[in-house]
């Protein structure tokens, strides 16, 4: 394994390990699961699950408005079209984000936006930046409620858990 799998490469870890190519969808029992590339300069995906009418995605480590991005902001919009809860990356301002362009990240507003025109009912922001504090992530929580009061919205935190 290569960076950011990190301590061990896969000779250290003491298992049969096998791999198999993940398809776009893909259904475990009665749950329906579908995939998505995300933008960021490693190769990360967003899941999608579905059963019994009800569906929860996670995206994170996804820039949804990247410029150079393989997914383009209109192809996320479908994909999570009217889904019940969504948990995506959420670490930065609008002026932090002009100087990470690139890194993979989005912003509290773009992910409202995305959330927004697909419908989505409800969505929690993780991945924090190490540096904000409970208090920066709150002040951005409640900008994104002024903005959009329909939205149910909270941030992601440890311990926390979550039944829909």
Known sequence: MTMPYFPTGLAGLPAKIVFNDLKRTLSIGSIK?????NNHPNHTRGF????NNRSFAFLTDNEVRAQKGKTSYQKFVAFLQNVDLLIHDAQYTEEVYKTRIGW???T????AELVNEAGVKEFMITHHDHSSSDRFID????EVRKK?????IEAAAEGKSRRF
């Open 148 to 152: 959009y009061p329909r939205l149910k």
């Open 108 to 111: 509290y507003q773009q992910v």
């Open 33 to 37: 699961i579908e995939t998505i590339v």
């Open 48 to 51: 999608k699950f579905t059963e």
């Open 104 to 106: 993979g990240h989005s």
């Open 139 to 142: 002040r951005n929580i409640k």
